[in-house]
């Protein structure tokens, strides 16, 4: 008889951050990531990780929220039966509207679990259509907060640790009143460095000549400047920089992306699986950037090892020609939940064994829970 789906574990973990990371929506000490782990009839575990934050700042998602959701609504389409198919579990979970992130979750640990029966990997489950163009390492980009002192001495200090490490790209976060003087700065410093800026939607479109001022320090991109639901605004601003510009929070399924592409709103989409709600969609947003001529990167959501494993399988296909945030696991966590990601000439190596390839470490997994339920069918 096949592996069937027996219980789901949700986790609550408290992740410190090595140091304060500030955007325009939070500043976060202790990152609240909530664990999902899909145990099967004959013992097997597979896992997934939200991404929501502890509160709705930066989505109307959030922990308590998900787990919610989780409960009540989302684990009981799949686990009456057992399903351990992704696609028919993605099916099932399309039922209930929204909540990309905690779908993303239960969807991935069913996906783990399924692939770690089967001895297959993520990313060749997620990159079959390409099976000779899949890399085993991915170039690595790390995001870099304000800092809390909001000093450009402090933020070049930083930046030199991120570039003396071997990081390929650097992204500064931006807002109003720390925009152009902090990137001027940081660009006369490494004139030649891959370089790009986000905004996390802080600005508006009265904000352009402010945005244009940045064009002069040859970014890569000016990621999502404008409020989410702004295309048009959004394609109105591409037609005054030069700098192109990349939406994030707005591409939230296939069918926003093409629209966004349509209206020329974006040149370049950042492709997160939480926000699109699902790895296998996140497939396919990348094969239609990809169709296009699109390029696409990998968003980071500060993930622990088991999220991070999983986003470095989707950068492995052939459509993310960018460095994603798919920094090493030092960079936000002196001790993650699985052994850590370690940047190796700038790169991350994708993960050999089967399913997302990496497993929680039990006893650092225990340490740092603060929270846990078993669902049984």
């Not at 993520?122 to 899949?134: H, I, M």
């Not at 991120?162 to 152009?180: H, L, M, N, Q, T």
Request: glycine share 8%.
């Amino acid at each position: 008889m096949s592996p069937r789906l027996e219980r789901i574990r949700l986790r609550r973990v408290d992740m410190p951050l090595v140091r304060p990371f500030r955007t325009s929506f939070a500043t976060q000490e202790v990152r609240d990531i909530l664990l999902v782990e899909a145990i099967t009839s004959d013992g097997i575990s597979g896992w997934g990780e939200c991404v929501a934050m502890s509160w709705p700042g930066y989505s109307y998602e959030y922990v308590d929220g998900c787990i919610d959701v989780l409960t009540e609504h989302l684990i009981p389409l799949v686990l009456p039966d057992g399903v351990l198919d992704p696609v028919e579990a993605h099916r099932r979970l399309s039922r209930v509207m929204g909540h990309p992130m905690a779908k993303t979750a239960l969807e991935t640990a069913i996906l783990d679990a399924c692939l770690r029966t089967q001895g297959v990997r993520l990313v060749d489950y997620l990159g079959a259509a390409y099976p000779g163009d899949l890399r085993d390492t991915v170039d690595c980009g790390v995001s870099v907060g304000i800092p809390p002192s909001e000093s450009i001495s402090e933020l070049l200090d930083e930046v030199a640790e991120y570039v003396e490490a071997g990081y390929r790209r650097v992204k500064c976060k931006i807002e109003p009143g720390w925009d152009v003087e902090p990137i001027r700065a940081v660009r006369e410093s490494w004139p030649d460095m891959l370089l790009q800026t986000d905004a996390n939607q802080a600005f508006t479109l009265a904000d352009a000549p402010v945005l244009a001022a940045m064009d002069p320090f040859d970014l890569l991109l000016v990621e999502q400047p404008l409020h989410e639901d702004d295309l048009m605004g959004h394609a109105a601003l591409a037609r005054k920089l030069t700098t192109p510009v990349c939406l994030d929070e707005s591409i939230t399924s296939v069918a926003v992306a093409e629209t966004a592409l349509h209206v020329e709103a974006t040149s370049i989409i950042n492709i997160k699986p939480g926000r699109v709600g699902s790895y296998l969609t996140a497939v396919r947003i990348h094969d239609l950037c990809r169709d296009r001529g699109i390029p696409v990167w990998c968003g980071g959501m500060l993930e622990t090892g088991i999220g991070r494993a999983a986003n470095v399988a989707l950068a492995a296909l052939p459509g993310f020609t960018l460095p994603g945030d798919t920094s090493a696991s030092s960079r936000y966590y002196a001790v993650d939940v699985t052994p850590p990601f370690v940047l190796d000439d700038g790169r991350l190596h994708v993960p050999t064994g089967p399913g997302i390839g990496v497993e929680p470490i039990p006893e650092i997994l225990h340490e740092l829970s603060s929270w846990s339920a078993l669902i049984e069918r």
